[in-house]
């Protein structure tokens, strides 16, 4: 070939490579602008792979082993199908018996003290949904309507959590490692199962998401109401509300402002008199700021000067009573006066439901060495595995992120102090401890990495679907 030739090939080359990274470039570009979008649809589809592939593997041993999975399954499922499979299971039937009855109390079985062990919201959607839906659940799937219910809500919080914590997690990182840290959190085995089956851990991720998303954007009302209906949804949800206390106060003293820190617990107690000054501030200066009435307030103020004297003080006193803190916390009695409404309506307290359960608060990781005594060494790894795996991200941003940290490490060591039930259900627990998703991104520094973490999740996550869907006592 002659050398013009070689020249010409190379120019040919040259100039599809740089078409093929102008394109790239703008793919990236259009991902950039588009990221929530972006993540929901990979969300979706992703998702509706996995069940529909679930799906044709469920109806194959069904065909095959048809009268085994009829026998398998739970008293409230409606035939041998997947809607049966994936809302009927564990705690599930516990759910819709509680949905069912519009009541903890079962006339049917009066000594069945367990349904109070659980929290009023889910089983209030699914009831709102099966009577006042406009159309009929069972318009296009056949079921128990109580059963379709329960898994479009989980399903459908799935989803909303996924938003949720997007557009948290772009607090802390780009658009790119935004969707990344979606995907990892969407997949994670436990987030994954527990968003498909009838279970109420997604609704409890949305609200706890939002909820820290609202307190990191100081808009402390909504936090504080989005986490109260966490707590409405998982009773595990009141020990955010102390563990803001600790990452608000400590804030405040980073920020140098001691003295800030002390006000905003002085203002507790007095909460509802701060709450009736400010709003009467507010309401003074908006008909201050009236041009027909400003006048009428500059004369009182001339003929008072008491007032103007001591504006400044009280300004500086308000200032010093900071409620921010106040509006989270006041919220947190509306789920502890729940507990106290069980505990002296229950036939039997609340500890004593706990206990019937074999759940006991004990000692840190109590609920592990439990395990290992009276489990299989299989499980009992497994599930440690994934408790420690927490606890080293929540070490990982002890530097960095100090208030993830503590809130990793907290509820990793609550959740693992539990005997009995609670035990075995660690990584189910820990599946909500949704900050560390944020630091595993962080940590993993390629796509590949990514892809690789995202790819074994998923695969995981189909598996312990399936043990699950099955009796396995792996994930209860």
């Not at 740089?18 to 990221?35: A, C, G």
């Not at 966490?230 to 020990?239: C, E, M, P, Q, Y």
Request: glycine content about 6%; some cysteine.
């Amino acid at each position: 070939m002659s050398e013009t030739g070689e020249k010409s090939l190379m120019n040919d080359h040259s100039k599809e490579s740089s078409v093929f990274f102008d394109n790239l470039t703008k793919i990236r570009i259009w991902i950039k602008k588009n990221s929530f979008f972006v993540t929901i649809i990979l969300f979706i589809i992703i998702k509706l792979t996995l069940i529909g592939l679930y799906k044709v593997y469920f109806d194959f041993l069904v065909s095959q082993e048809r009268d085994f999975f009829r026998d398998s399954l739970p008293h409230l499922n409606t035939g041998d199908t997947l809607i049966d499979l994936l809302g009927t299971r564990w705690d599930s039937e516990h759910f819709l018996r509680i949905a069912i009855l519009g009541s903890y109390l079962d006339p049917d079985d009066p000594t069945n003290h367990g349904l109070w062990n659980f929290s009023p919201l889910y089983p209030l959607l699914i009831r709102l949904l099966v009577h006042y839906s406009p159309i009929p659940l069972t318009t296009f799937i056949s079921g128990n309507p109580y059963t379709l219910a329960a898994v479009w809500i989980s399903n459908f919080f799935s989803l909303t959590a996924t938003g949720a914590f997007f557009k948290m997690s772009r607090i802390y990182l780009s658009e790119e490692k935004s969707i990344a840290s979606t995907l990892l959190l969407a997949f994670f085995p436990t987030v994954f199962v527990f968003g498909t089956v009838a279970y109420s851990e997604p609704i409890f991720l949305t609200f706890g998401i939002v909820s820290w998303y609202f307190f990191e954007k100081k808009k402390y009302l909504l936090s504080g109401l989005s986490l109260t209906l966490a707590s409405l949804v998982r009773f595990a949800g009141t020990l955010l509300f102390f563990l803001y206390i600790f990452i608000y106060f400590g804030r405040k003293i980073k920020e140098e402002n001691v003295k800030n820190a002390i006000g905003c617990l002085v203002a507790i107690p007095l909460f509802p008199i701060l709450v009736v000054l400010r709003a009467s501030h507010r309401v003074y200066s908006w008909f201050d700021s009236l041009p027909q009435l400003s006048q009428i307030f500059q004369n009182i103020e001339q003929k008072c000067p008491l007032i103007e004297e001591k504006k400044e003080k009280i300004g500086k006193i308000m200032e010093f009573l900071d409620i921010g803190l106040s509006w989270v916390l006041i919220w947190g009695v509306i789920p502890l006066l729940w507990m106290i409404y069980v505990d002296t309506t229950a036939p039997i307290t609340l500890a004593e439901v706990q206990m019937r359960w074999g759940a006991k608060l004990d000692v840190p990781f109590s609920g592990l060495r439990q395990m290992f005594k009276a489990g299989s060494l299989k499980w009992g790894i497994e599930k440690l595995s994934f408790a420690f795996l927490f606890l080293g991200v929540g070490l990982f941003s002890i530097r960095r992120r100090p208030s993830f940290s503590l809130l990793i490490i907290a509820q990793t060591i609550f959740y693992t102090s539990w005997t009995g039930i609670h035990a075995w259900g660690i990584p189910r627990y820990v599946g909500t401890i949704f900050h560390g998703h944020i630091t595993m991104t962080e940590e993993l520094k390629t796509v590949g990495m990514v892809c690789f973490a995202l790819g074994l999740y998923i695969l995981y996550g189909f598996k312990v679907l399936w043990e699950f869907t099955h009796w396995s006592v792996w994930l209860i």
